[in-house]
């Protein structure tokens, strides 16, 4: 298989996941974008019909920036979450948006994954919380390592000493079955991804 034919299977797996990419040159002006990455960025755009040729949305492209600055400044000592954006008016949704400098593939210089949640926060905390018996503490707790703060950071957000901070992630990632920041990234997002579009959910009642 070559190059060409990996890519065309990786793009399309991508929009199967409801993920969407988008290929930028350094000053994030979009050169190419996959269907799901159109739909998702018109919620930040008024006119859609002309995506490519244009600078990402200031709202995306400050998140694709930050990532690259946080993955370059993290790089090889632990996932870097996807940022969070929320569109203006966007009642209640979601997208979240990754970044990477690629080699090789001029002009495009950067790679923009994003995609919408299906699950906003308060769904989504609902549908953990039978499930792994979690309490209003562990939700904060959860939401802001969702978000990408570190112990120290969670504690001086919920005012609270580094120790505790430390002794109630472990009992949230224990509750979860999770080893690290990363595992506990992983299942929020199989969580809040719900099913794919276009199937139909399965109604569970009692």
Request: hydrophobic share 40%; net charge positive; glycine share 10%.
């Amino acid at each position: 298989m070559d190059e060409t034919a990996l890519s065309l299977l990786c793009m399309r797996v991508l929009e199967h996941m409801s993920i969407g990419v988008i290929a930028c040159n350094d000053a994030l002006v979009v050169l190419g974008a996959t269907g799901t990455a159109r739909a998702v960025l018109s919620h930040f755009a008024h006119d859609d019909s002309q995506v490519i040729g244009r600078t990402l949305p200031p709202p995306v492209a400050e998140a694709a920036r930050a990532y690259l600055e946080q993955a370059f400044s993290e790089c090889g000592r632990r996932r870097v979450p996807s940022i969070r954006v929320e569109p203006e008016g966007g009642g209640g949704r979601a997208v979240y948006v990754a970044s990477k400098r690629i080699d090789g593939l001029e002009p495009a210089t950067v790679a923009v994954r994003i995609h919408e949640e299906r699950l906003d926060d308060a769904a989504l905390f609902e549908a953990l919380r039978d499930k792994f018996d979690l309490t209003a503490r562990d939700r904060r707790v959860m939401m802001l390592l969702r978000q990408g703060h570190d112990n120290a950071s969670v504690a001086r957000s919920l005012g609270l000493t580094l120790g505790t901070t430390k002794v109630y992630v472990h009992e949230l990632f224990t509750k979860m079955g999770v080893h690290s920041r990363g595992e506990l990234l992983g299942v929020l997002d199989r969580v809040r991804k719900g099913p794919a579009r276009g199937g139909r959910q399965r109604e569970t009642r009692g």
